[in-house]
């Protein structure tokens, strides 16, 4: 075969595998970076005192019914060593609900994480439930029966398009005892696209470099 041909195809197999590499680190690379934003993160331990019907959130307005703020020592604390937490039905009659007050944006493409713990009454014997929503990206109701401890739950989903939302924790009852929630956390994540781009850009460095370095000599 002649030398010059054979030349050519050792140069075009060189700069394909170097191509395919630098993709492949692309690939891998595009999804460990990824950038996470914390939107919400809250304990309710940072609230000022505990009280029934509370209503002087940081984080929340209480947009219908009551809750009540409890768990310090000696104040309706059903579930020691979690701080304060929040029930969902205060002591109106009527179950609260609870709302973000912040309003969260959210991109095509965005990974939504949320996760928060929800524990039973821990007095009467029935099964309450709560109704978890961030705007029209996601609903939820969740029913524990009274004698569950603080359980985690956790929902991931990506966002199909440009949205803005609140999310919102609707108590459901009338009887002033209700879910008992704590440790709320809602994030987003959204791939890095120039970890992508400057990838490929050095496999286009390489295969060019390759182009350049010295021809083999081949002997009959």
Same mark, same amino acid.
Request: net charge neutral.
């Given at each position: ?75 309706? !604390? ?7 937490? +929040?029930? *969902?039905?205060? $002591?109106?009659?009527?179950? /609260?609900? #609870? ?75 009338? !009887? ?7 440790? +709320?956390? *809602?994030?987003? $994540?959204?791939?890095?696209? /120039?970890? #992508? ?24």
């Amino acid at each position: 075969m002649n030398k010059s041909i054979v030349l050519k195809i050792l140069n075009k197999i060189g700069i394909a595998l170097t191509a395919l590499t630098a993709i492949g680190f692309a690939s891998t690379n595009s999804v460990k970076a990824a950038s996470v934003t914390t939107l919400l993160q809250d304990s309710f331990d940072q609230e000022n005192s505990t009280a029934l019907n509370y209503d002087h959130f940081a984080n929340w307005n209480v947009i219908k019914g009551s809750v009540d703020l409890i768990g310090s020592v000696g104040f309706y !604390d059903f579930l020691p060593a979690n701080g304060l937490y +929040v029930d *969902l039905d205060g $002591s109106t009659g009527q179950a /609260g609900t #609870i709302e973000s007050k912040k309003t969260f944006n959210f991109q095509a493409g965005d990974t939504v994480n949320l996760s928060f713990q929800l524990a039973g009454n821990q007095r009467d014997n029935v099964t309450d439930s709560v109704t978890v929503s961030l705007g029209n990206l996601f609903s939820e109701t969740f029913s524990l029966p009274r004698s569950q401890a603080f359980t985690n739950f956790t929902r991931s989903f990506t966002v199909a398009s440009i949205t803005n939302a609140t999310l919102d924790f609707k108590g459901i009852g009338k !009887d002033n005892i209700g879910l008992l929630l704590d440790n +709320v956390t *809602l994030t987003k $994540s959204v791939p890095e696209p /120039g970890s #992508i781009m400057g990838l490929l850009a050095f496999g286009a460095f390489g295969a060019t470099s390759l182009r350049k370095r010295k021809q083999p000599t081949f002997r009959n």
